[in-house]
């Protein structure tokens, strides 16, 4: 659910109409994204706009309850894997793992998939909606 700020208006009316439990994905530009998914092609050139500045965008806008991660990101992207630890840190959210596969399987059931410029591995993550209420 939109809790303030994102400038993109696709990124804003995306999460302005999400409910509990609905899911929006953030990918790097290799991530295959289904037709009958919205696409919100973010990317501009190899690197811009990075994952992490994406995912810290849409993180500081929508209210998270649990993340899906691709397994293989454990050993292939250690980096963005401490990044995203970090920036979850302390917070009291859900992080699934999944094997890369069964992540691109659950892009089907997004929302929308949001393309960033990233170009290492398995920099791709599902964000699952909250409640901003009790």
């Known amino acids: ?27 790097d530009c290799g991530l295959p994204i289904p037709d009958e998914v919205e ?18 965008c849409v993180k500081e806008d929508m209210k998270i309850e649990k993340i899906v991660l691709a397994t293989e990101i454990k050993e292939q992207n250690k980096q963005v894997l401490s990044e995203i630890e970090e920036l979850f840190e ?18 089907k059931n997004c929302k929308a998939v949001i393309r960033t410029g990233e170009t290492t591995p398995y ?3 599902i ?3 909250g409640c901003i209420f009790a």
Do not use: W
């Open 1 to 27: 659910m939109k809790k303030a700020g994102i400038l993109n208006s696709d990124i804003s009316r995306v999460l302005s109409y999400m409910g509990h439990t609905d899911t929006i994905c953030i990918g």
């Open 39 to 56: 696409r919100i092609d973010l990317a501009l050139k190899f690197g811009v706009p990075t994952f992490m500045d994406t995912l810290k």
């Open 90 to 107: 302390g917070e009291g959210i859900e992080v699934e793992f999944v094997p890369h596969v069964e992540l691109k399987a659950q892009t």
């Open 123 to 125: 920099a791709n993550v």
């Open 127 to 129: 964000l699952q909606s």
